[in-house]
């Protein structure tokens, strides 16, 4: 009687060859704006530290120079600068022509009656002078490719960060990169060693209502270890001509995008830096898109 047997064989055997040929679900991540419809966000690039400011130190330079006084007042500037940024930007995004999608920060400036962490009005004022235009000018495509490729890094980062898609259909497990560079030296760094990663992934594609939300993980790492020699030596640096010099940056987050209506419906990140050598800074900003 080996019939049965032969059947359900080929019964177990149907049903998994099924189940390998099944297609993984593909989505398409785009930018989706109605005629003279504009996407707006709170866009928050701010400091977690306790006291809302990065640690910075300026390694010594000032107190080999002998003048403990200036570094002071460097910091106290630093400092100045840091607790007069803005409280979060307000991120446009409006699609005036075909398949251009314009992107726009504007600074919303903090409380004055709760700002005190200057006492120099001038100072402060000028600050706001600075602020009172547009932060990023900047486009993507669409499907989420980088438009501005002319953009200074620093606002490409930003661009990039909360903007840019894959520009392809992807499923759960694929990964691309964006296109963010935190680390920028020149001729005056001799590397001995760097790392660099840079992965946005798809970990899951949600059913919600009649939508596919696909949920995000970005996973980028820039590392760089090398001497800074300076091309001359001011008075009283000599013994510091060549000073160990490390970047490291660390940017983590997870987001959520809407198939239906192509926009994020949520983005929550985190930036780590550490710098040391002529300069000491470290930080932990957090990167976050809210409607």
Known sequence: MPQPRIYLICIFFSLNLAAFCQTPETVFMKWKLKPNETIAYKAYMSENSPNGAKKIGFGGMFKSLGTDTAEAGMQKI???????????????????????IDIELIAKKKDKAKDKTTDEPGFAQLMDAMASGPSLRGAVHEDGAIQSF????????????????????????????????????????KCDSSFRKNVVKVTGIEDVSNDKVVVISYDI??????????????????????????????????????????RWLSYEGELQSVITGIMQAEGTQRYALLN
């Open 221 to 262: 790492v820039e590392y760089a270890k090398g001497n800074f020699f300076f091309p001359f030596s001011p008075p009283g640096m000599e013994s510091q001509k060549n000073i160990p010099t490390l970047y490291k940056t660390i940017f983590k987050a997870t987001a959520r995008f809407s198939i239906e209506k192509g």
């Open 78 to 100: 630093m400092q100045q600068i840091q607790g007069l940024a803005p409280e979060y930007y307000i991120a446009s995004l409006t699609e005036q022509k075909k398949d251009v």
């Open 150 to 189: 002319y953009l200074k890094t620093e606002q490409k980062n930003i661009l990039a960060l909360f903007f840019q898609l894959p520009a392809k259909p992807v499923k759960v497990g694929d990964e691309w990169q964006i296109d963010t560079h935190f680390t920028n030296m020149d001729q005056s760094f």
